[in-house]
């Protein structure tokens, strides 16, 4: 319990955590998928070089001196489905497992479209309490699963990893001291109409891992190992986080190696297929990548509080039909599918939350590389 609680203390606080980011899973209890039995290796591409440099703020910025301020462990680049560029450093591997943070969210929402599919439940329209009566009289009351999936529940929630007294320290503090994330989740009092504005709740998330053992009748390990681990080939065993109810940490406790990661990133690349198969209904990808409301949309609406657009546990930077797994730390799994790319990127950004704004999320330059990336791979 004490490496427990000095763990949780240290995040958001500008200590170092590229030795502790890669074995959370020897900290905390875990439930582990196992690796599949017939893993699949990305095909090995033409090796490229990365971008010296790249545009933020109409300044050039240096590509290693970033990849290394934001504490960089893993990039793997794909193109058309061949591995490009895959480089580690500080204590990342190939074999390294490392926590998700809010990447985990879009793995939820891929496993939820499965459920559907298969009859857990008939639309997004429907009301979440009917599904789960224990969160009746709470914020959720009244929300549908589709104002779940987009950060839009309408629950009054505050995401500043700097303030020790947010709602996600809070959330966060029953990791490391013991306790319900389920439980937490019915304590949320309402603040807008759901469905009318979008505020970025790592609780939903949990709601919406609630929803997926629900309607499956199967702990959120088993029912993805099944539907997404081994579908799709991965190579390792990887390890949700779990509370002391057994329940997994749905909003971002996945632990999985970076080649494992960008499997999820190319499946959605190419629609919910995977070699052939289609493993998410290819519906359910579009509306994950679609920004399908106004108060989805990022800018001057007054309707979001989010740096870019949103849809289904996705983020939808700009307007080039990209998309994003995001999670903090600079956690990436990013998809280009105009341009056949695939970049993932993990990290132990060690200052990122000591601030509520970009100056230590970096999460837009992120993107930016990314997109010079791209750019020089069409040259």
Same mark, same amino acid.
């Given at each position: 319990?004490?490496?427990?609680?000095?763990?949780?203390?240290?995040?958001?606080?500008?200590?170092?955590?590229?030795?502790?980011?890669?074995?959370?899973?020897?900290?905390?209890?875990?439930?582990?998928?196992?690796?599949?039995?017939?893993?699949?290796?990305?095909?090995?591409?033409?090796?490229?070089?990365?971008?010296?440099?790249?545009?933020?703020?109409?300044?050039?910025?240096?590509?290693?001196?970033?990849?290394?301020?934001?504490?960089?462990?893993?990039?793997?680049?794909?193109?058309?489905?061949?591995?490009?560029?895959?480089?580690?450093?500080?204590?990342?591997?190939?074999?390294?497992?490392?926590?998700?943070?809010?990447?985990?969210?879009?793995?939820?929402?891929?496993?939820?479209?499965?459920?559907? *599919?298969?009859?857990?439940?008939?639309?997004?329209?429907?009301?979440?309490?009917?599904?789960?009566?224990?969160?009746?009289?709470?914020?959720?009351?009244?929300?549908?699963?589709?104002?779940?999936?987009?950060?839009?529940?309408?629950?009054?929630?505050?995401?500043?990893?700097?303030?020790?007294?947010?709602?996600?320290?809070?959330?966060?503090?029953?990791?490391?001291?013991?306790?319900?994330?389920?439980?937490?989740?019915?304590?949320?009092?309402?603040?807008?109409?759901?469905?009318?504005?979008?505020?970025?709740?790592?609780?939903?998330?949990?709601?919406?891992?609630?929803?997926?053992?629900?309607?499956?009748?199967?702990?959120?390990?088993?029912?993805?190992?099944?539907?997404?681990?081994?579908?799709?080939?991965?190579?390792?065993?990887?390890?949700?986080?779990?509370?002391?109810?057994?329940?997994?940490?749905?909003?971002?406790?996945?632990?999985?190696? *970076?080649?494992?990661?960008?499997?999820?990133?190319?499946?959605?690349?190419?629609?919910?297929?995977?070699?052939?198969?289609?493993?998410?209904?290819?519906?359910?990808?579009?509306?994950?990548?679609?920004?399908?409301?106004?108060?989805?949309?990022?800018?001057?609406?007054?309707? *979001?509080?989010?740096?870019?657009?949103?849809?289904?546990?996705?983020?939808?930077?700009?307007?080039?039909?990209?998309?994003?797994?995001?999670?903090?730390?600079?956690?990436?799994?990013?998809?280009?599918?105009?341009?056949?790319?695939?970049?993932?990127?993990?990290?132990?950004?060690?200052?990122?939350?000591?601030?509520?704004?970009?100056?230590?999320?970096?999460?837009?330059?992120?993107?930016?590389?990314?997109?010079?990336?791209?750019?020089?791979?069409?040259?």
């Amino acid at each position: 319990m004490n490496e427990r609680l000095k763990y949780a203390s240290s995040l958001f606080s500008g200590a170092r955590q590229d030795d502790t980011f890669g074995r959370v899973h020897e900290i905390f209890p875990v439930a582990t998928m196992t690796a599949s039995p017939e893993p699949f290796v990305f095909p090995q591409g033409e090796p490229i070089e990365l971008p010296q440099n790249f545009m933020h703020e109409s300044a050039a910025k240096d590509t290693m001196a970033f990849l290394d301020e934001t504490d960089t462990v893993a990039l793997l680049v794909i193109k058309d489905g061949a591995m490009r560029l895959e480089r580690y450093w500080l204590t990342g591997s190939p074999t390294t497992t490392w926590v998700s943070m809010s990447v985990a969210k879009s793995f939820v929402s891929a496993a939820l479209g499965i459920a559907q *599919a298969e009859g857990g439940f008939g639309s997004v329209e429907e009301q979440i309490v009917d599904h789960l009566p224990e969160l009746k009289g709470s914020a959720y009351d009244g929300a549908r699963i589709k104002d779940v999936l987009q950060m839009s529940s309408g629950a009054r929630w505050n995401e500043d990893y700097s303030d020790p007294n947010s709602d996600i320290n809070r959330f966060v503090s029953i990791f490391a001291h013991g306790g319900s994330f389920n439980d937490f989740a019915a304590t949320l009092e309402r603040e807008h109409a759901p469905g009318t504005y979008n505020l970025y709740n790592s609780t939903d998330t949990q709601v919406l891992g609630m929803l997926l053992k629900k309607v499956t009748g199967r702990p959120i390990r088993d029912y993805m190992e099944e539907k997404l681990w081994h579908p799709l080939g991965m190579e390792h065993d990887a390890h949700w986080l779990i509370d002391e109810t057994g329940m997994e940490m749905a909003y971002g406790g996945l632990n999985a190696t *970076a080649r494992d990661y960008a499997k999820i990133g190319e499946l959605y690349r190419n629609g919910g297929k995977w070699r052939g198969r289609q493993v998410v209904p290819a519906e359910w990808v579009n509306a994950s990548v679609t920004a399908d409301a106004p108060h989805l949309k990022a800018g001057s609406t007054g309707l *979001a509080n989010t740096i870019f657009s949103y849809g289904y546990q996705w983020w939808l930077p700009y307007d080039e039909g990209e998309f994003s797994a995001i999670g903090v730390y600079n956690q990436f799994v990013y998809v280009h599918p105009g341009r056949g790319l695939v970049i993932v990127k993990l990290s132990a950004s060690r200052n990122y939350g000591t601030t509520n704004d970009e100056t230590s999320f970096r999460e837009t330059e992120t993107i930016h590389l990314f997109r010079a990336i791209g750019e020089a791979l069409e040259n």
